[in-house]
């Protein structure tokens, strides 16, 4: 009955500390910051529950009495089976604990985005479990020793770790109860497997193994050996950030100690202060950002550098612009040059005919050879005109080419030619059958001047997909088609295949041209 109640009383010792493990897990999700190491030490506390559960059902089926009383071979070979499963557990247990706490240790000082694992403590569980699974089954002699060796290395190596860790005296302290604890467990193993003192109860180890570890990582926890969200002053004593919380009231509660001593003080230059409300109060951190200052600074002065360089480009543009079209213009001028070269040397010659003090009676001839003066320079100032307008388009609007022919047709009227030009027709023209409509006009008009008085009428239209342009001219002397019909204009003519007819009665010409409006090929510019 004694050993019934012990039983009992195990069991639900057992059935307590399986809760407060289940409470101690819960308690982490809201005191341990790090992800890893809270998935560390949750690892570590469901692997002492599932030792701890294994454990009290083992308790259970032990004191089955009446299967005891009744079938006492399936008693007692259930009873191996749990011994052994038991043992092998336990064996499994031991071997991943180290590797546990070395896992814990590490990922405590690492950053929150670092991995959780690296190629130190793989190696670490992949030799552990081949030393496990050597130890369990019937495979090596001396398996067990050497695994027994493994994991007191690795817990010597854990508590170097850790003593490396509290290497500043303020650390030292705060270590001082883990390390106690570590010291005190070593000291119970050894007295339980080597000397087993008659004081020391022989049934508790598994018992004795997770609550020393449970007691060593909430001793962590409490010193500040491991990050946790408690112990606020020292964790804001020892931050290397210039922050501090404020409550409603804006009463700095918590400050680092790089933080100004006033909340409202001058921030240092290249920092740059942000807040966050939190509930009762806000978070005021300031961040080093003299990095992008700088960067600020060196992208300012990069853009500077490019405004410079696109307004030296856009004045090299504007310049070479500027130099291009002088050279247009030039070309023009010596293209318009060149084609009125006829006619401004038949101004010349007809200038230089005219005497500088006529007498009385040659002041009419005078007056005449002035006023056909005057019909060769508007002659060539319309052609002039007329050529740098189809320059823009490739083609000629036939209100122009009526303009020119008036202009004309009033300089002439001083020599004694009535010329009326008539069009009723408006839109454009291509360029080249425009310019050659005005040199027959104004061939034709240059013939009459020699034969004064004349007359001419002049009648532009369309017919089909044709230009029609009809000369009438009407003198004591008509021209001849050598006359109104030049080579030059001849050759024109041709190339755009045009037709040009001459029809005379008794003292009239009549002169017909039609041109194309659409020749064939491509319409190049005159």
Known sequence: MTALEGGVGQGLGHLLFLAVLCGWSWSLQR???????????????????????????????AFNLPMARDRWQAYRLMQTAA????????????????????????????????????????????????????????????AKKILVGWI????????????????????????????????????????????????????????????????????????GVLPCNSRYEELFALAPARMW?????????????????????????????????????????????SALLALQDELRELTRER???????AQRNRIRGRLLELRWQ?????????????????????????????????????????????????????????????????RLPLAEIMQAAMESARCAAQTGVECAPFCAESGSVPARTGMLVYDLFEEALESCLTAAPASLLMRLRRAGGELELRLVIESSQPPDEAALLPPPLRDTLRRLGGTY?????????????RLPLAPPGKEARP
């Open 31 to 61: 005191r341990v910051v790090h992800p890893a190491l809270r998935r560390g030490m949750q690892g570590t506390a469901l692997l002492l529950f599932f030792w701890i559960a294994l454990r009290a059902t083992q308790f259970l089926a």
């Open 83 to 142: 011994l052994r499963g038991m043992d092998v557990v336990s064996w499994l247990i031991f071997a991943l604990l180290p590797w546990l706490d070395l896992m814990i240790l590490r990922v405590s000082s690492q950053p929150l985005d670092a991995p959780p694992l690296d190629r130190a403590l793989t190696l670490h569980l992949t030799v552990s479990l081949a030393l496990w699974l050597a130890a369990v089954l019937p495979l090596a002699a001396g």
């Open 152 to 223: 007191a290395l690795s817990t010597l190596c854990f508590a170097a770790g850790l003593i490396k860790n509290a290497a500043s005296p303020a650390r030292a302290r705060r270590a001082a109860a883990p390390i106690a604890i570590l010291v005190a467990f070593a000291l119970y193993v050894w007295l339980y497997f080597v000397k087993r003192p008659a004081w020391l109860p022989g049934g508790g180890f598994i018992f004795a193994a997770a609550v020393a570890v449970f007691i060593f990582w909430e001793s962590c926890l409490r010193s």
């Open 245 to 289: 919380i404020e409550d409603e009231r804006g009463t700095t509660v918590y400050r680092t100690r790089l933080a100004p001593p006033r909340p409202g003080a001058d921030a240092p230059p290249g920092t740059q202060r942000r807040s966050w409300p939190l509930r009762g109060g806000s978070v005021l951190w300031e961040e080093d950002v």
């Open 307 to 313: 405004e410079r360089g696109n307004r030296l480009l």
């Open 330 to 394: 030039n070309r023009l001028c010596a293209e318009v040059e060149r084609r009125m070269q006829d006619k401004i040397e038949a101004a010349r010659r007809l200038l230089a005919a005219v005497p500088e003090r006529p007498a009385e009676a040659e002041r009419e001839t005078v007056r005449r050879a002035l006023a056909r003066l005057g019909v060769l320079i508007c002659a060539v100032k319309r052609k002039s005109h007329l050529f740098l307008k189809s320059k823009q388009s490739n």
């Open 501 to 513: 007819r001459l029809e005379r009665d008794e003292e009239s010409l009549y002169a017909t041209c």
